[in-house]
């Protein structure tokens, strides 16, 4: 299957008497039939390649390239299929490439002229830029792992970055480069209480504050985000056509990103329809009158040219201030206004909404669905300890009559 042979050469200028140069050739056929060769310098060296690459070839996970490919080349790969993905719009939008492009050049392979948005003062230098696929193995990953969490990158950075590298190598399997991912199944364990931590949605009184602080038509847009518990992204894609004012509910078909650029939710889940409240859509009814877009594919929160709001801006000039301005009402007279709610991010408005409807009694399967997550386990990690536990009491109190009564 492999053979090992001595080379002997005269190199360049070489003279009678001088030494020969000698090395040692391991030939063999890959399991696609194709020869190849690879020199050492040493008999030991040639042997113990021999030795690997036989096991590799009988158990099928030999491939030439993966001792010649580094991880960044693999990279470079990667990267080239999805922007072609992204530019032909294939489900990879400019943001997730971004996002991605930022994994890669400031971690996984490190380099300061592609470094993007880091705010760390260190910039990591410990990637696994030149480890050929050959060499990297689950504990070459684990070791990554570990020089990520050492330079104080959080548990979910950590696992967004692995899952990038995941995806470069399963690139590099279909490409034939390498046999095995092994970023694989690597897992990432954080201190008690780190990582995902459950959220707290702001109380009813601060979002009626809020609501209330807010200019008439501004305060449909917060009245809407409150209660239907839609990204903002889905939101400022939403069109009139998207609202069945017969049916009391909303069609989740679309998402406007960062670039504005409109594209499908998240995942399959984000196709959903969700319910509205008759108040809602009385409010959405009246704003609908007023505004000079209200044509079936009309946008229902434009911006002044009728095209899609800013997300920064939005929350920059109208969200933030209105926090301000209370802050502003209970100084100027405490008894009349109370003191401004603690303030919170616009994302908090979907926690509010799924809020109420755990309060309002949906079950889990059921809130999973509107909010659009891909997994209960999903929703369950996230709002799980705010559904009610009253039937688990109940039940602890009557095992326990049982036994001990």
């Not at 020869?35 to 096991?55: N, Y």
């Not at 991605?100 to 392979?109: A, D, L, P, T």
């Not at 518990?229 to 056509?241: C, S």
């Not at 399967?365 to 559904?387: C, E, R």
Request: net charge positive; charged share 30%; aromatic share 8%.
């Amino acid at each position: 299957m492999a053979s090992i042979r001595k080379r002997t050469w005269k190199p360049a200028g070489w003279k009678e008497g001088d030494k020969l140069r000698e090395a040692w050739a391991v030939d063999y056929t890959d399991q696609n039939g194709d020869r190849q060769r690879k020199q050492f310098r040493t008999k030991g060296k040639a042997d113990a390649f021999r030795i690997e690459v036989e096991g590799q070839i009988r158990a099928g996970t030999f491939r030439p390239d993966a001792d010649k490919v580094t991880v960044k080349e693999g990279a470079e790969q990667y990267l080239d299929h999805v922007k072609g993905r992204s530019e032909r719009g294939e489900r990879f939008s400019r943001r997730h490439l971004a996002m991605v492009e930022g994994r890669v050049w400031n971690y996984i392979c490190p380099d300061p002229a592609r470094r993007q948005g880091v705010r760390k003062s260190t910039p990591f230098t410990e990637g696994v830029a030149g480890v050929k696929f050959a060499h990297l193995t689950p504990p070459v990953v684990d070791d990554f792992r570990d020089r990520l969490r050492s330079a104080g990158v959080s548990v979910p950075m950590t696992r967004k970055i692995l899952g990038t590298l995941h995806a470069i190598c399963e690139f590099a399997v279909r490409k034939n480069i390498v046999a095995v991912n092994a970023a694989r199944g690597v897992r990432v364990i954080g201190k008690r209480g780190e990582g995902s931590k459950k959220v707290t949605p702001p109380s009813k009184e601060a979002v009626r504050q809020v609501i209330a602080a807010a200019d008439q038509d501004f305060a449909v847009e917060i009245i809407f985000a409150a209660a239907s518990g839609l990204r903002a992204g889905e939101q400022h894609a939403l069109r009139w056509k998207h609202i069945d004012f017969d049916r009391s509910e909303v069609s989740v078909e679309t998402r406007v990103d960062a670039y504005n650029e409109e594209d499908l939710p998240k995942s399959e889940a984000g196709l959903r329809t969700v319910p509205i409240g008759a108040d809602v859509l009385h409010h959405l009814r009246k704003w609908k009158m007023r505004s000079k877009w209200s044509k079936a594919d009309d946008l229902v929160f434009p911006n002044k040219s009728g095209n899609y709001v800013r997300h920064g801006h939005m929350l920059k000039d109208r969200f933030y201030p209105l926090f301000d301005k209370l802050a502003a009402l209970h100084k100027s007279d405490p008894s009349r206004h109370p003191p401004a709610p603690k303030r919170f991010k616009w994302h908090a408005l979907r926690h509010f909404a799924v809020s109420c409807w755990i309060e309002a009694g949906l079950q889990p399967k059921t809130v999973q669905t509107f909010v659009g997550h891909a997994t209960l386990q999903m929703t369950m990690d996230t709002y799980g300890h705010m559904f009610p536990s009253d039937d688990h009491a109940k039940a602890m109190d009557a095992i326990a009559k049982g036994l001990f009564t």
